[in-house]
């Protein structure tokens, strides 16, 4: 059986970037990655500011001690008149006002005495203070922002400063899931003896909303091999990425892996030395990459985590494409039944790590309180009370 270090491996190099690009208008952008580099268009800031409410001054060689500047005039925030000044003159700018080019320096109102028509400085005049520069920021023509940039709010109010509105950003994947199970029922419907609730494709589409992939489809189908083969096949033509939960196990009834096997899906991994999460399967097919999940919820939703969400990244252009990973301390001693990998929903708060009870494959209910996942690889057996431990951090 496949490890996890092989099985992270072997998605990792063979998820691929998203090919299509797409318009977005800037602010609904949030979690896209650029498609290009971005080049501004203007400088920035486009002309000499003032970066506060002070004097103007326009200094000369031999009145760099003068000290006493007639003032001619105000500049306000959107005045657009330009202005002349003389050697020994200061006009009045506020924050955010263009500041003539006449002007050496910018002196805060809060160090000037004002009398009359005429201020005295209070501090040493120095050159070029309290003006932002033309272009500063970014000049015009240049990289405003690198191809691959994830937009965020910073980003957003940053190309609007530039007068940008809408920019190409790498598209997302379409994403399938296919629920399998005769034994599955949906909510408000009342459950016969040996049903069940269908759980895991509300599950994964509300973990795929929470890293923001919101183009998602839901399959249902029964343990039945013809519904099986057509549905899959379909959804290959369609999707750029299937999630398949359960019948991916050896049971008489577990038709997956056959399927897509008759579908000429190339198996890359399949059943891999860990718990929970064992039954797991990843193929690609012309380029929809298909992912078998157990069936058992925690089990999928571990998969997800640990092996979904690389190829999502991945897709998306990311450069960190895994969870963040961290060393921590635990506060329980713990022993393996087994010799697998095994990844134990657990809570880390302040700089320690608690296992939570339940860990059954089948069991939600503590996951809930779960904001990591210990990873314990198959070499360590056992671990005691403030042991170092790896740990997976969950996204919230
Ligand atoms: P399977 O992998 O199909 O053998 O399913 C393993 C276990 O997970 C069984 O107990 C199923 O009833 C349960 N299960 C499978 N699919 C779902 C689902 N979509 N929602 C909730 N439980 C499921
Ligand atoms: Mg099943």
Redesign the pocket.
């Known amino acids: 059986m496949i490890s996890v270090e092989n099985a992270i491996q072997i998605i990792k190099k063979h998820s691929k970037i998203s090919s299509n690009y797409s318009e977005k208008k800037l602010e609904k952008a949030n979690g896209y990655l650029l498609a290009e580099d971005i080049i501004a268009p203007i400088d920035l800031p486009p002309f000499n500011q003032s970066a506060m409410d002070g004097y103007g001054l326009c200094l000369s060689a031999n009145l760099k001690n003068q000290n006493k500047f007639d003032i001619v005039g105000e500049i306000k925030a959107g005045d657009t008149k330009t202005y002349h000044l003389n050697k020994g003159e200061a006009i009045r700018v506020l924050t955010g006002a263009p500041v003539p080019k006449s002007v050496n320096t910018v002196i805060m109102q809060e160090n000037t005495l004002l009398s009359n028509d005429s201020i005295k400085i209070k501090e040493e005049i120095t050159p070029l203070k309290n003006i932002r520069l033309k272009g500063e920021q970014v000049k015009k023509g240049t990289i405003a922002l690198e191809k691959h940039t994830e937009v965020n709010p910073a980003v957003v109010g940053f190309l609007y400063s530039l007068g940008i509105d809408k920019i190409k950003v790498i598209q997302k994947p379409s994403i399938a899931i296919i629920?399998?199970?005769n034994?599955?029922v949906e909510s408000g419907k009342q459950l016969a003896y040996g049903e069940?609730?269908?759980?895991?494709?509300k599950m994964l589409t509300s973990a795929l909303y929470n890293l923001k992939f919101y183009d998602v489809t839901v399959y249902k189908i029964k343990d039945d091999y013809e519904d099986t083969l057509s549905t899959i096949s379909n959804a290959i033509k369609n999707h750029d990425l299937l999630l398949i939960?359960?019948?991916?196990?050896v049971?008489k009834y577990?038709f997956i892996y056959k399927a897509l096997h008759e579908l000429n899906v190339s198996e890359l991994l399949y059943k891999v030395n860990q718990k929970p999460g064992k039954?797991f399967f990843y193929g690609i097919k012309n380029n929809t990459q298909i992912f078998g999940l157990?069936?058992?919820?925690a089990a999928a939703l571990t998969c997800f985590y640990t092996y979904v969400n690389i190829a999502l990244q991945k897709f998306v252009g990311k450069s960190e494409i895994e969870l963040p990973r961290k060393k921590t301390s635990i506060l329980n001693s713990y022993r393996k039944k087994g010799n697998r990998s095994e990844f134990l929903k657990a809570n880390y708060s302040n700089g320690n790590v608690t296992i939570l009870e339940q860990q059954g494959s089948?069991m939600l209910q503590k996951f809930a309180f779960a904001n990591a996942l210990i990873y314990l690889p198959e070499h360590i057996n056992f671990v005691e009370i403030n042991d170092s431990v790896e740990i997976i951090l969950l996204p919230f």
Do not use: K, R, V
């Open positions: 629920s399998t199970g034994e599955l069940i609730y269908e759980s895991n494709s939960s359960g019948g991916i196990s049971g577990d039954p157990p069936g058992n919820p089948a």
